[in-house]
């Protein structure tokens, strides 16, 4: 399955490309250099550490450039009255009575715990498009169902949410 990012996300990627290769790469390889200098490697937990870190960032680097090459790029705007990707979305439960917070993203950024819910979700297909004040049907994979209304939609973003919720 290939991931739908937003021109957004790729300049992201790119950017921790960038970091990962010119900034930590030198550093991880002098690290793993000077735990080597310390003598036998069979024993020595601080080069199997070193190398550990190094090889990590080379599998991130890789991750990274796989994802940007096979993405499906996606249009991030919408209609001023519209619930639309990086929008903040907060909505009414029925059922339960409560209202939540959630901001609308690509896959590759969900994270439930920060409020974050992706647009493949069910809750996130059902928000995508509808306006503030709709009830809205949240359809599940097992056929169950629920309803929200939409409260509020925030169509702000600050470059410091961003930053937070790095890929």
Do not use: C, W
Not at 12 to 35: D, F, G, N, S, V
């Amino acid at each position: 399955m290939r991931d739908k990012l937003t021109e957004s996300d790729i300049r992201k990627m790119e950017e921790e490309i960038e970091y990962r290769i010119t900034e930590l790469r030198p550093k991880l390889l002098e690290e793993l250099k000077e735990a080597r200098s310390h003598g036998d490697l069979s024993e020595n937990f601080e080069y199997h550490a070193a190398k550990r870190e190094k090889n990590k960032n080379e599998g991130r680097i890789r991750y990274l450039e796989r994802m940007i090459k096979s993405a499906v790029v996606i249009e991030d705007s919408s209609a001023e009255d519209e619930v639309g990707i990086n929008n903040t979305v907060t909505v009414y439960f029925v059922e339960d009575k409560e209202e939540e917070k959630y901001k609308i993203v690509t896959t590759v950024r969900t994270n439930s715990l920060q409020g974050l819910i992706s647009i493949e979700s069910p809750l996130g297909k059902a928000l995508l498009g509808k306006k503030e004040g709709e009830r809205v049907e949240v359809v599940m994979d097992n056929g169950y169902s629920y309803h929200v209304i939409i409260r509020n939609i925030d169509k702000t973003t600050t470059d410091e949410e961003d930053e937070i919720n790095q890929f």
